[in-house]
């Protein structure tokens, strides 16, 4: 009944952002298009639930081909101490900056939950190439659908290191419940507004 629950919760509240916040999609897009050259969307394939690829949306916050520059962990042992993000990145465009601030960026996620590939909570998805040094302990966060905020979002954000977010995401797996996804939708309204841990 929770899991019924907690799909009719991401479907309403998914169509609700995407109806209500249509003109800040509109003003964001052209934005976006007056500050480099470039789509208004960034697409990148992401592993989901039980491990099922599936194309994230986000707005594009870097400049074009930025993607291809970044280089992943290379061994498992670099999870602990890896971090997805760095502060000063010199491809993220001046638009950019703001949007991964005010975490704007992850707006076109809704698109995702309302397909039923994300949650509104969850643990983030994981790009494949970190998936693939995960160890059996590690894959229990692919137990449930990826979200667009979760445990680690609320403990840290872009200060914490992937090791660390797989932490937060495995006690996530551990101890849901529908409670503690609303306890954790209403601490990302104050996460995102005090700006803690944006990188």
Same mark, same amino acid.
């Not at 394939?45 to 280089?71: Q, Y």
């Not at 890896?82 to 010199?90: G, T, V, Y």
């Given at each position: 009944?929770?899991?019924?629950?907690?799909?009719?919760?991401?479907?309403?509240?998914?169509?609700?952002?995407?109806?209500?916040?249509?003109?800040?999609?509109?003003?964001?897009?052209?934005?976006?298009?007056?500050?480099?050259?470039?789509?208004?969307?960034?697409?990148?394939?992401?592993?989901?639930?039980?491990?099922?690829?599936?194309?994230?949306?986000?707005?594009?916050?870097?400049?074009?081909?930025?993607?291809?520059?970044?280089?992943?962990?290379?061994? *498992? %042992? /670099? =999870?602990? !101490?890896?971090?997805?993000? @760095?502060? $000063?990145?010199?491809?993220?465009?001046?638009?950019?900056?703001? #949007?991964?601030?005010?975490?704007?960026?992850?707006?076109?996620?809704?698109?995702?939950?309302?397909?039923?590939?994300?949650?509104?909570?969850?643990?983030?998805?994981?790009?494949?190439?970190?998936?693939?040094?995960?160890?059996?302990?590690?894959?229990?966060?692919?137990?449930?659908?990826?979200?667009?905020?979760?445990?680690?979002?609320?403990?840290? *954000? %872009? /200060? =914490?290191? !992937?090791?660390?977010?797989? @932490?937060? $995401?495995?006690?996530?797996?551990?101890?849901?419940?529908?409670? #503690?996804?609303?306890?954790?939708?209403?601490?990302?309204?104050?996460?995102?507004?005090?700006?803690?841990?944006?990188?």
């Amino acid at each position: 009944m929770e899991r019924a629950a907690k799909r009719l919760m991401d479907v309403v509240g998914a169509l609700l952002g995407l109806v209500l916040l249509a003109p800040l999609f509109a003003a964001v897009a052209v934005w976006i298009r007056l500050d480099s050259p470039g789509p208004v969307l960034f697409r990148q394939r992401r592993i989901g639930r039980d491990g099922r690829p599936f194309v994230l949306l986000k707005f594009r916050t870097m400049r074009v081909g930025a993607d291809r520059e970044w280089r992943p962990p290379a061994t *498992r %042992g /670099e =999870l602990d !101490t890896f971090r997805f993000q @760095e502060a $000063d990145d010199p491809r993220v465009t001046r638009a950019g900056r703001w #949007l991964r601030r005010t975490s704007l960026d992850e707006l076109p996620n809704l698109w995702n939950v309302l397909r039923g590939e994300m949650s509104l909570v969850g643990p983030r998805p994981e790009v494949p190439e970190i998936v693939a040094l995960y160890d059996a302990r590690m894959r229990g966060r692919l137990a449930v659908k990826p979200g667009i905020t979760g445990l680690a979002q609320i403990s840290g *954000r %872009g /200060e =914490l290191t !992937t090791g660390e977010a797989i @932490e937060y $995401d495995l006690e996530y797996c551990r101890t849901w419940s529908l409670c #503690l996804d609303v306890r954790i939708l209403l601490r990302t309204v104050g996460t995102v507004l005090s700006r803690r841990g944006a990188i």
